[in-house]
């Protein structure tokens, strides 16, 4: 139950964060679309990189809760599809909500993921590799002191990985099993867990 409270008070701060602080400065029109291209030409790979994974987050948890649906009410998928727009901003009033639940459905494998979660994996090393060879910190720093979209970005990437250790402190205490060290590292801990679980198939 406190932890409900927790995720709730997490999520009022993050938006009362993001509406209070700093100067804002709208972007020029189209700059949307320049994110989508990752155009490096108009805007720095710091912020392009964290638009970028801010696509691959809401995937992970998809594919987790293709498998944790099981033990949540109400299922979680909507709000997994909401998070593509609405980031973690969606996903963490859910999990604040959601109902624990027993289950003795089987865990399905599902042997795509196995294909899907590397790609995913490659793709984020990538990204961040580009980012920490590219990027101009400085310019980051000003992004998120003048604008809110760059800011609200930055938010929601710190929810997504608050969230992703919620799940699995939930995972351990189902399972009864401790949490490891890759549990931590921030997206790759998602993915490595997801592999390892419908490599082994086990329930």
Sequence with gaps: MYRRYFLFLIWIVAIVFILAFGNNRIFPDGFLFSFLRFDQSQFDTSALS???LLGIYPLAFFLLFLDEKRFLKPSPMLASLGAFVLGSFVLMPYLALAIPRQTFLPFRRRSWVLVVVPILAFLSACIIWIALARSDWSIFALYFMTNQFVRTMS??????????????FRIRSRTETRPGWRDFIPLFGLFSYLFRRHVSGSS
């Design 155 to 168: 938010v929601d990437i710190v929810m997504f990985y608050i969230l992703q250790l919620f799940m699995f």
């Design 50 to 52: 964290l638009f970028t």
